[in-house]
């Protein structure tokens, strides 16, 4: 069965270093979303990919986070620097498209990254 | 933006016991989807159900669009059953919406 794949599963870092998360989508899905999770929250999107171009990055603090999906496919998301404020689970989802009026299917996520900065 | 709010928050139930569980939308939406997050994290596709009603063993889910509401029933509940269940919204653009969530312990 066909999953989202994402690596690694759980990462500790110290404060002010810089740390990436990888994600490989469904083959075929065309959206990519990557959300963060705070304890006790629900996700919150941090950033949504149409095959390789940004649809929505409105949520992401762009003085410290950036995020690449080069060819359409896989996407890494970085921090630089860390705080301890991201503290969080970072997970990563892929759908596809129905037809041509950009309407989105069933949504499916990856185990997610857990992040720990200490 | 598009608001999602889910009841109740939290949920205990003895084991055996029925619930019901409420999504409530404060826009037009093209589809709607219930996730339980497993204590790992990870979240886990319950229902995909733009309108209409769904059934999955003990499990089904109700949405009516034109309300902007969704329901998901648990029957019988079972210790497992325990966690966090998320309804999620996909609206313009392909975005997808998340509610609070509601936090479900089952009792033995």
């Known amino acids: 069965e066909a999953e989202v794949a994402q690596s690694p599963r759980y990462k500790i870092t110290e404060k002010s270093q810089a740390v990436a998360f990888w994600c490989d989508p469904i083959?075929?899905?065309?959206?990519l979303y990557w959300y963060r999770q705070i304890l006790g929250q629900g996700p919150e999107l941090l950033v949504q990919?149409?095959?390789?171009?940004?649809?929505?990055d409105s949520q992401l603090p762009k003085d410290r986070f950036s995020a690449e999906r080069l060819k359409g496919v896989d996407s890494t998301l970085k921090i630089q620097p860390a705080e301890l404020g991201d503290s969080a689970m970072y997970l990563c989802a892929s759908s596809s498209m129905t037809g041509g009026n950009f309407v989105g299917t069933e949504a499916f996520f990856g185990q997610g990254t857990r992040l720990t900065v200490v | 933006g598009i608001q999602v709010e889910q009841s109740p928050p939290d949920l205990i139930l003895q084991e055996g016991a029925n619930s019901t569980l409420r999504c409530n939308f404060s826009?037009?939406?093209?589809?709607l989807q219930w996730f339980h997050q497993n204590p790992w994290g990870q979240l886990i596709n319950l229902f995909y159900i733009p309108s209409g009603t769904k059934q999955n063993g003990r499990l089904s889910a109700t949405t009516v669009a034109t309300e902007r509401y969704s329901l998901l029933y648990i029957s019988s509940s079972q210790t497992t059953d325990s966690g966090v269940y998320f309804c999620a919204v996909n609206h313009a653009g392909n975005m997808l919406t998340f509610g609070g969530g509601t936090r479900l312990m089952v009792k033995p």
């Open positions: 990919f149409q095959d390789e171009s940004v649809v929505d």
């Open positions: 826009d037009s939406v093209n589809n």
């Open positions: 083959s075929g899905h065309a959206t």
